[in-house]
């Protein structure tokens, strides 16, 4: 299989070889974003790891959000 | 590279060294490194083109200053080590030795029209050996697999220039 490929034109491999590089440009900016994401994210829960925590019902946050309460079908 | 760049522009860098000729700017080139490697293997990702070339001025700097200005009044751009052309790299590499004797018995090739030289595949074995990275290893490896390489030339550049081969 790879004899078949290095017998391929040089325009054809010219080509794939241009394709490769996209698609690693693709990926390495699929990581970069990701990685601004996660950044974001820890700097987030840096932020709120920082402030005194507290906790409450379930029942009551869905009531000051106006949500239906935990057991409701509706 | 950017990724909008569809393209490895190899033509245009053919090209523009072609005109680096007619203008007696250099002697002669050919194309050298990772695509005159696929030029006989099967394809694999590189970031730039080498173009190797026997330079005219014989001072130290190899008439590097009136190649780059010549390919910047072209359009070329300068980053780094690299002139760009359409966003993709290209090196220029003033030849000497071994990567001389490469330019002056490299094989005549048409890319899209435009006649161009690579070098043979006996010469790049023989400056892999003399680099010895990984990669330049690899690339031995996958020559002497995929192409027809003409044993008695290796032999002879090999022992010319006192480089072994790795064993494999």
Redesign the interface.
Not at chain 2, 5 to 8: E, L, P
């Given at each position: 299989m790879?004899?078949e490929?290095?017998r391929?034109s040089?325009?054809e491999?010219?080509?794939?070889?241009?394709e490769?590089?996209?698609l690693?440009?693709?990926v390495k900016?699929e990581r970069v974003r990701e990685a601004t994401e996660d950044s974001a994210d820890v700097a987030y829960l840096k932020r709120a790891r920082a402030k005194p925590q507290h906790f409450r019902p379930l029942d009551d946050y869905l009531r000051e959000a106006d949500l239906p309460p935990k057991n409701s079908n509706k | 590279?950017?990724?909008e760049?569809?393209?490895?522009p190899?033509a245009d860098v053919l090209r523009a060294a072609n005109e680096l000729v007619s203008a007696g700017l250099i002697e002669d080139y050919a194309l050298g490194g990772a695509?005159a490697a696929?030029?006989?293997?099967?394809?694999?990702?590189?970031?730039d083109a080498d173009i190797i070339f026997i330079t005219k001025d014989k001072t130290l700097s190899a008439g590097i200053p009136a190649i780059y200005s010549h390919l910047q009044s072209k359009g070329w751009r300068v980053e780094r080590e690299h002139l760009l052309v359409k966003d993709f790299p290209v090196q220029f590499l003033a030849a000497s030795g071994l990567t001389e004797e490469a330019v002056r018995n490299a094989n005549p090739?048409e890319?899209?029209g435009v006649p161009a030289k690579v070098f043979r595949p006996e010469y790049i074995i023989a400056i892999a050996a003399g680099v010895g990275r990984h990669k330049d290893l690899a690339r031995i490896e996958q020559l002497l697999?995929?192409?027809k390489i003409d044993k008695a030339v290796l032999d002879d550049i090999l022992q010319r220039y006192k480089l072994t081969l790795p064993k494999l």
């Open positions: 790879r004899r490929f290095a391929e040089f325009e491999k010219i080509r794939k070889v241009g490769l590089i996209q690693s440009a693709r900016a | 590279m950017s990724e760049s569809s393209a490895i190899l695509l696929i030029y006989y293997v099967e394809p694999f990702t590189t970031y090739i890319y899209e697999k995929q192409a």
